[in-house]
């Protein structure tokens, strides 16, 4: 599956951005799909996750409260919204696919995915 991710940009702190990761070639049924976020020196983070077939949403910490994961199954895009952003949230961020339906605690793991999007940059600051 192709995914194309989009919807970055800069902001200032406390602002929103909703990202869309949108997939081509194959649907997201019976796949995971998740947000990574890679800031410059730094490695590549696991941001959150929905499992498709179950409406599944998973978060890392930092971003429990202000991000939330959503589907639209019709158009086949998964959204990541992005509220009270900090300068630390600024990075790229990239959507990916598993091949399969991962068990919830692989979902955290860059190798549970095999089809990468190709990033889209957030910059959060005044």
């Known amino acids: 599956v192709q995914l194309q991710a989009s919807g970055g940009g800069w902001v200032q702190p406390g602002g929103s951005l909703r990202l869309s990761c949108a997939a081509s070639?194959?649907?997201?049924?019976?796949?995971?799909v998740a947000w990574f976020r890679q800031a410059p020196g730094k490695e590549r983070e696991f941001v959150s996750a929905?499992?498709?077939?179950?409406?599944?949403?998973h978060y890392t910490d930092s971003v429990k409260g202000r991000f939330t994961i959503s589907r639209d199954i019709g158009k086949n895009t998964v959204y990541l919204q992005m509220n009270s952003l900090k300068p630390e949230d600024t990075a790229i961020y990239y959507c990916?696919?598993?091949?399969?339906?991962?068990?919830?605690?692989?979902?955290?793991?860059?190798?549970?995915?095999?089809?990468w999007g190709q990033g889209t940059q957030v910059t959060v600051s005044s």
């Open positions: 990916a696919a598993s091949e399969g339906r991962p068990i919830v605690s692989m979902l955290w793991n860059p190798g549970t995915y095999t089809d």
């Open positions: 929905i499992r498709w077939t179950e409406n599944s949403k």
């Open positions: 070639g194959r649907t997201f049924s019976n796949r995971a």
